[in-house]
């Protein structure tokens, strides 16, 4: 069964999209909701909003969910994967270290893996995270992380944790075996983290 195609010159003049859009930006500042921020960003690109407004909501998302982050570090919480709130601030800071990482910036990347790891209460999210940080650790470049480490194939996008990448070449396990030596001064770093606080 063939999916309808969206008309984006329709969307663009449909009143009832741009209300939605409209009531969306309202509601995403009026209750800092990184969940609607998303909603509205997907929404400002089907339509091929202007570069400036989709920054503005991106900034927006950030912002707030680095600002969460502290937040959640400093109540001695973790992101709970089935609250949309967290999911989506736990994806947006996800989203931020893998583009420092695909930027090369190893140290910030690295940093903000081995945050997630610490911050997210989901096993098996914890354990990608690690292969993440020990990754980079290890010294592999982004583009060989995803085309040698990352196995895509058999993701559900139905999975709100989709964004996350969290299947790979080996098992999780088999990973986190090999990079053994990365794991265990991960784990030192976030011990000192812990110490320090």
Request: net charge negative.
């Amino acid at each position: 069964m063939k999916t309808p195609e969206i008309h984006i010159e329709e969307l663009k003049k449909d009143p009832e999209f741009l209300a939605n859009i409209a009531r969306l930006e309202k509601e995403c500042k009026e209750e800092e909701s990184i969940a609607k921020g998303y909603q509205l960003l997907d929404a400002q690109l089907i339509i091929e909003a202007p570069e400036d407004d989709i920054n503005e909501i991106f900034t927006f998302i950030v912002n707030h969910a680095f600002d969460r982050l502290a937040q959640k570090l400093a109540d001695a919480k973790s992101f709970d994967m089935n609250d949309s709130e967290d999911l989506a601030t736990a994806r947006a800071i996800y989203e931020h270290a893998i583009q420092r990482y695909s930027e090369n910036d190893q140290k910030g990347a690295k940093e903000i893996f081995l945050i997630l790891n610490y911050t997210i209460d989901h096993a098996e999210l914890k354990d990608a995270m690690m292969v993440h940080a020990a990754a980079v650790m290890a010294g592999h470049t982004f583009e060989h992380f995803i085309d040698n480490l990352v196995d895509v194939t058999n993701v559900n996008e139905h999975d709100p944790l989709a964004f996350f990448i969290q299947t790979f070449s080996q098992p999780t396990d088999i990973l986190l075996t090999m990079f053994a030596k990365e794991v265990k001064e991960g784990k030192a770093e976030l011990q000192k983290f812990e110490e320090s606080k």
